[in-house]
Each structure stands twice: as C-alpha cells, then as structure tokens.
C-alpha cells in the first residue's frame, strides 16, 4: 500500500505563497496520475490541480488557474503544489491524491483516485 505524505502547509497571509509537497513511497510513483484536493470546513472537498505520470499533461481548476502550479519530479517520488497569490477563500486542508492505474489526470479530476494522503492545512489570513 503506498503512502502519500503531504508537508509545506502553514499560515501565510493573504498575497502570499507556499509550496505544498507530497511524498510517495514505493517504487511505482511513476505510474500515476498525481493531484491535489482541498477541503475547506464545513465543505466537500473538491478539485485542485492534477498532472499526468511523465508530466505532459496537467489539469487545474478553474478556481485556482494562473495562481496554482502542479510538478512532480519522479525521481524523487514527490509531487508538489506552488500555491502564489493566495487568497482567504484558498483556506483549507489539502490533500495529495494517487490517481487509478492507467488513468490520466483528467480522470483523478473527476474523483479517480486510489490513495489519499492524510492532509496539511493551509490558512490564509486577510
């Protein structure tokens, strides 16, 4: 069973950055679609950003376009989140998430996901 391990969240106020990390265990990190949910309180969680197994293709949400970046480096079995011009409503807990095999990110979007990390919170002070 793989481990997603989230890190990087924090406290920032409002305009700043952070840049979120997950690292994976075992050796099939490359196989994956990777991607990111966020789940404010009181909500569902939803959608962030989603890249493809060799990094060709990412998907973001409409909410955090031009904003939010997705990367991974398969080499070190880690897939990050640069999170700039945060904003009091980006507040929540965020998630890494394992897509399905043979799966693309499109399909992680869609809530194709396999394995979760445990989460990190971010908040955004005004």
């Known amino acids: 069973q793989v481990q997603l391990v989230e890190s990087g969240g924090g406290l920032v106020q409002a305009g700043g950055s952070l840049r979120l990390s997950c690292a994976a265990s075992g050796r099939t990190f490359g196989n994956y679609a990777m991607g990111w949910f966020r789940q404010a309180p009181g909500k569902e969680r939803d959608f962030v950003a989603a890249i493809s197994w060799n990094i060709a293709t990412t998907n973001i949400a409409d909410s955090v376009t031009g904003r939010f970046t997705i990367s991974r480096d398969n080499g070190k079995n880690t897939v990050y989140l640069q999170m700039n011009s945060l904003k009091p409503e980006d507040t929540a807990v965020y998630y890494c998430?394992?897509?399905?095999?043979?799966?693309?990110?499109?399909?992680?979007?869609?809530?194709?996901?396999?394995?979760w990390g445990k989460g990190t919170l971010v908040t955004v002070s005004s």
């Open positions: 998430a394992r897509g399905r095999l043979n799966y693309g990110p499109g399909s992680l979007a869609r809530g194709g996901v396999d394995n």
